[in-house]
């Protein structure tokens, strides 16, 4: 198949659509599809083998912001893609499904930024609604919008988006993987962020729980909000990221023993991940949560929101807990409740690593690559229906 793949987006930026999108680009490399990329300004000119294309942007809270460009439907003419992967579709995505429409190419949107949440938390009152006629707007062009969570499924719904259907992300399960915490690096890691006092080492006290976090530090996160966690003993936190929010969360959390990673990829955020006891999560507007997943891939026990993506990924009281979203003494009971049991650690990291055993990226990007094929057929039925002469077919 041919896939043109437009992004709201992409390197050099790291966020849950530029992991995707990548992963999604590898497989399409992988398995001998052709695809081509339409991407914010200052992304490289080729990932995995395929051009990127890019537009004039402008900067929001440190991410580059695609603006429509009559670029893009030449680039769509040009390429003849069978199909449109739209990710996270805003201003850029929106016209790239308009330009799919007007020249006959079937279209999937990824459902994966809660724009119309963020306006709801930022108080901005009848912008929040504005935002989700947007969003409906955007959607209802695409022959097919795929959801990450049932949270997602259930809002779009109740907005009355056409053709929906579910679709995961994937996760590493060999790069982030339980037997990592024998690895050296996390053994000098952990002694980094809960060092043992010498004397220590020789009675065999034990270590303070590491309790980790790790995502974007923007006010969506809510980073701040582990502030609740203030006065457990025997905890230090790890946090990896960076971002806007940097300063507040500092204040915030000025006096906690926090250990700033900053950002991490690859083999680093591995170790990481296995260097942590507890992984927990805040934020309440999570269409998915592919952290949590990572974290559940590499053996933690995770505590999150019951809210949004987190509900469908943490099973409460087996491979984790889930707190209530407006309560944060509910989130410090959940984390007191791993920092004082060892074993109920262990047996919830085991249960979170089994949990995610057959969202492998291969395994999620097949099932993509069958969605794009359902929207090419339904392209042709629509033809069909409508008598388009075959002449005029693509």
Known sequence: MRIAVISESFLPTISGVTTSVCKVLEHLAATGHDAMVIAPAGAPAEY??????????????EFPV????????????????????????????????????????????????????????????????????????????????????????????????????????????????????????????????APLPRAAHAEGAARDVIVGYVGRMAPEKQVERLRAL????????????????????????????????GRLSGRELAVAYASFDVFVHAGTEETFGQTIQEAHAAGLPVVAPHAGGPIDLVAHGENGYLFRPDDDRDLRHWVCQLVRDPMLRARMGEAGRRAVLGRSWPTVCAE???????????????RADTHIPPSMQR
Do not use: C
């Open 230 to 261: 203030r006065g457990i003993s025997g905890i230090r936190l790890a946090l990896v990221g960076d971002g806007p929010s940097v300063p507040s969360i500092q204040r915030a959390l000025a006096d906690l023993p926090v250990t700033w990673l």
């Open 368 to 382: 993509l690559v069958e969605y794009y094929e359902q929207a090419v057929d339904e392209r042709l039925a629509v």
């Open 48 to 61: 995995a083998g395929f051009p990127v294309h890019t537009v004039s942007a402008f900067n929001y809270r």
């Open 66 to 193: 695609g603006m429509p460009s009559p670029q893009v439907q030449k680039l769509l003419a040009d390429f003849r893609p069978d199909v449109l992967h739209a990710a996270s579709p805003f201003l850029l995505g929106a016209q790239g499904i308009s330009a799919a429409n007007r020249l006959d190419i079937p279209s999937v949107a990824i459902f994966q930024t809660d724009v119309a949440g963020y306006a709801h938390r930022n108080h901005l009152g009848p912008a929040a609604a504005l935002a989700w006629r947007f969003v409906k707007w955007v959607h209802e062009g695409a022959t097919r919008t795929l959801v990450p969570s049932s949270s997602s499924m259930a809002a779009l719904q109740r907005l009355g988006v056409p053709r929906l259907a579910l679709w995961t992300r994937g996760v590493d399960l060999t790069g982030f993987h339980p037997n990592l915490k024998n690895d050296p690096a996390v053994t000098a890691l952990r002694e980094r962020i």
